[in-house]
């Protein structure tokens, strides 16, 4: 593990890869880490990319930056393009899901500068964010006192991973993985305080907004999508693709939400087809 100081605060990521190869930025979602990405992760620094997994600050990451940092959608995008300028990355390739993939949306809308292409997996976009019944659970984190309550049981495996909690995202789960997501939040207030600034932050008319504005972006876009997701359905990434001036759609079997998790490997050579791409 690796850390940096931002304006934000010091976050801590994972680097893999040769220093000169073509960099690649992970962004996950509300309470999971970079670790969600460490299968794809590992596959394409094997092949030669430069890869950064970085803990963002939204309730499972292990420091909680300063306590007037802006820590909106919008405040993590701006967060994410100063991790890009502090390590001085160029022509990135961006990737997102979940939560993250709404994020990964705002930084287009905020500052694209540094990012070459961009890959979504299943994610929030237009008035999903967040899709029935996570709504609820993003709400309830506005209040951490009343949602760290909420979490206590998931110190437990087996509640962590039922269906009313990581259960309904993955067909695949790591037990010790699924515990460093959830411990942070219930042992750290200023992880709490965090994850509820980004929670008071969602605003679904704010991303519909900036989907209108997506086709600004003029770099390629992939749309990776798990087939199996019961909330983030192909046909939101069709409905995305069309916002945007150079994107497809890939679906991928056996996969629900946390695609990476599902299919790494899958996910691994269809971002290392799609960066080979040459332009029209």
């Given at each position: 593990?690796?850390?940096?100081?931002?304006?934000?605060?010091?976050?801590?990521?994972?680097?893999?890869?040769?220093?000169?190869?073509?960099?690649?930025?992970?962004?996950?979602?509300?309470?999971g880490n970079g670790t969600l990405?460490?299968?794809?992760?590992?596959?394409?620094?094997?092949?030669?990319?430069?890869?950064?997994?970085?803990?963002?600050?939204?309730?499972?990451?292990?420091?909680?930056?300063?306590?007037?940092?802006?820590?909106?959608?919008?405040?993590?995008?701006?967060?994410?393009?100063?991790?890009?300028?502090?390590?001085?990355?160029?022509?990135?390739?961006?990737?997102?899901?979940?939560?993250?993939?709404?994020?990964?949306?705002?930084?287009?809308?905020?500052?694209?500068?540094?990012?070459?292409?961009?890959?979504?997996?299943?994610?929030?976009?237009?008035?999903?964010?967040?899709?029935?019944?996570?709504?609820?659970?993003?709400?309830?984190?506005?209040?951490?006192?009343?949602?760290?309550?909420?979490?206590?049981?998931?110190?437990?495996?087996?509640?962590?991973h039922s269906p009313l909690a990581?259960?309904?995202?993955?067909?695949?789960?790591?037990?010790?993985?699924?515990?460093?997501?959830?411990?942070?939040?219930?042992?750290?207030?200023?992880?709490?305080?965090?994850?509820?600034?980004?929670?008071?932050?969602?605003?679904?008319?704010?991303?519909?907004?900036?989907?209108?504005?997506?086709?600004?972006?003029?770099?390629?876009?992939?749309?990776?999508?798990?087939?199996?997701?019961?909330?983030?359905?192909?046909?939101?990434?069709?409905?995305?693709?069309?916002?945007?001036?150079?994107?497809?759609?890939?679906?991928?079997?056996?996969?629900?939400?946390?695609?990476?998790?599902?299919?790494?490997?899958?996910?691994?050579?269809?971002?290392?087809?799609?960066?080979?791409?040459?332009?029209?």
């Open positions: 593990m690796s850390e940096i100081t931002l304006p934000q605060g010091t976050v801590r990521y994972r680097e893999r890869g040769p220093a000169d190869g073509p960099a690649v930025l992970f962004v996950h979602g509300f309470l990405w460490d299968g794809v992760a590992e596959r394409l620094a094997q092949r030669g990319m430069r890869t950064f997994q970085p803990d963002l600050p939204l309730g499972a990451h292990p420091i909680a930056l300063d306590p007037a940092a802006d820590l909106s959608p919008r405040g993590v995008a701006r967060l994410i393009a100063a991790f890009a300028a502090a390590l001085e990355l160029e022509d990135v390739t961006l990737v997102g899901n979940d939560s993250g993939g709404a994020v990964c949306q705002f930084l287009l809308d905020t500052d694209p500068s540094r990012i070459g292409r961009l890959v979504l997996t299943n994610c929030d976009a237009f008035e999903a964010f967040p899709p029935k019944p996570f709504n609820l659970i993003l709400q309830a984190a506005r209040r951490p006192w009343l949602f760290r309550a909420a979490m206590e049981p998931t110190r437990a495996t087996a509640v962590r990581f259960g309904l995202l993955a067909h695949r789960l790591d037990p010790a993985q699924t515990r460093d997501w959830v411990l942070p939040y219930l042992t750290d207030a200023g992880v709490r305080r965090d994850a509820a600034k980004f929670c008071r932050g969602v605003d679904p008319r704010e991303l519909t907004a900036v989907a209108s504005r997506l086709r600004r972006f003029d770099g390629p876009v992939l749309l990776c999508w798990g087939k199996d997701d019961r909330f983030f359905k192909p046909a939101l990434a069709h409905r995305l693709q069309a916002c945007f001036a150079d994107a497809r759609v890939v679906e991928v079997d056996d996969a629900r939400t946390f695609v990476p998790i599902d299919q790494p490997a899958r996910v691994a050579d269809e971002i290392t087809a799609f960066t080979a791409r040459v332009p029209a």
